[in-house]
RNA sequence: GCCGCUAUCGUCUAGGGGACUAGGACGCCGCCCUCUCACGGCGGAAACCGGAGUUCGAAUCUCCGUAGCGGUACCA
């Protein structure tokens, strides 16, 4: 088996083309096949460098790998004129000068049951010869049989009037000279497919398979873009995602198993991927589900693992004993450091939970905490719960009336990891001079 | 306009003529755990787009309608 990923560089990869990466990937090496990775940059306008290093890095974050390649199309030119001389000599394509205004003109004449032909002329684009009865029909892995009938399609241009491939000639030529034999791809390219069949036919080489993809919307349905939020590789990255839950993620976007498990390691993908198994209607993006299965690929990280991830995307470092307290309650590497960078950078400024929780009742707790906590010759998670639990005795009120106020104290916040480790954490000398700064702020 | 694809809980999906009282997951709601927030556990609400037809029997097959999407470029 051989697949290929052809992305054009004409801006970042979003997820759409990830999943189609992915689901390539995961059929090379399910199959010990070969991955092909291919950059369709002949559209010279919008296809730039930046853009294919963009794609690179994402290919390479998601950890998603290719055998060979990156092969260049617009490289390939020699080899598309080739072609294109050949089609050219044997009536298979002719040249043309005619416009799309004249081919609106013509169907307008001749009735929607007659697709446009032109007639072969010394100069202008290059059109391929569309049979006049007949049909193409297109089969496909996950969709079945599609027919399209040759009257229905106009004689599509292959190549512009300076010589240059354009898109669908040129997939054509790279995919049967790379030898693909499957090629896997969103549905938009469903109905450009025909064409390139009728290429295949007039080179005279067997076809691929298909597998069109459904399409991804985001959450209102809608083709998905900027504003849905994380939608290219290098967002869901920022975002603090991990690529194996994004892979686990866009595996299930679209794509089935029998069984119901729903967390699913990458060599299980890679085992169990079925591209006939694919959905066929679109899928919308759902961000919450990405949440919750990273956070479930964080906690199985070990502690070592994740530190490492979180100092390489917070910068900064010593992270270890923090992390542990906080590995439970955070669902994306992002989530870490708005929980717990109090315990680096000092107390944050939530007034509301200062209002709330630095009262004077709030006072006579941190009063009493400090001293509880002040007396102890160690600073273990014991002795300090220890020490916190007999304030709440000696005060006699609920528990949170004395844990609030200290976590307000140390965190600025309301909400934080424990309070025994929190505290643990930040040290004694450093957690006594915040509460007792609080103390002084209290009302 | 024309050509084509698609249609199961809010979302991702399982199901492929009787096993469907339509299953799982996210989300939501409730309870438990509990120092906050989470995590975890338990329970709950929640769907076959509409209409015909085929059949003893339809979520599953056929047709029509509707809706969404794609293509219709000297873009990819």
Known sequence: MRVRFAPSPTGALHIGGARAALYNWLMARGSGGTMVLRIEDTDRERSTPENVDQILDALAWLQIDYDEGPI????????????????????????????????????????????????????????????????????DLVRG????????????????????????????????????????????????????????????????????????HGPDGKKLSKRHG????????????????????????????????????????????????????????????????????????????????????????????????????IQTLADFWPLSGFIFDGPGEDEKAKAKWLTDAGRGALVDAHDALAGLDTWELEPIEAALQGVVAAREVKPKDVFQPVRVALAGTAVSPGIFETLQVIGQEESLARIQAAAATAA
Request: charged content about 25%; glycine content about 6%.
């Open 72 to 139: 260049s199309q617009v490289q390939r030119s020699a080899r598309h004129e080739e072609v294109l001389q050949q089609l050219l000599a044997d009536g298979h394509a002719y040249r043309s000068t005619a416009t799309g205004e004249d081919v609106k003109a013509y169907k307008a004449q001749h009735g929607a049951d007659k697709g446009f032909r032109g007639t072969p002329e010394a100069e202008g684009a290059v059109r391929l010869r569309v049979p006049d009865d007949g049909a193409t029909v297109v089969h």
């Open 145 to 216: 049989d599609t027919t399209f009938q040759h009257v229905h399609l106009d004689d599509p241009v292959i190549a512009r009037a300076d010589g240059t491939a354009l898109y669908n000639f040129a997939v054509a030529v790279d995919d049967a000279d790379a030898q693909i034999t499957h090629v896997v791809r969103g549905e938009d390219h469903l109905s450009n497919t025909p064409k390139q069949l009728l290429v295949y036919v007039a080179m005279g080489v067997e076809p691929p398979l298909f597998a069109h993809l459904p399409l991804l």
């Open 230 to 329: 994380a939608a290219s590789v290098q967002e869901l990255r920022d975002a603090g995602y991990l690529p194996a839950a994004v892979r686990n993620y866009l595996a299930l976007l679209g794509w089935g198993d029998t069984d119901d498990e729903t967390l699913i390691s990458t060599e299980e993908l890679v085992r169990r991927f079925d591209v006939t198994r694919v959905a066929k209607n679109p899928a919308r993006f759902d961000e919450q589900k990405l949440r919750w299965m990273n956070g479930r690929y964080l906690r199985e990280l070990s502690l070592d693992e994740l530190t490492a991830a979180l100092e390489e995307y917070t910068g900064r470092a010593g992270l270890r004993d923090a992390v542990q307290i906080s590995r439970e309650k």
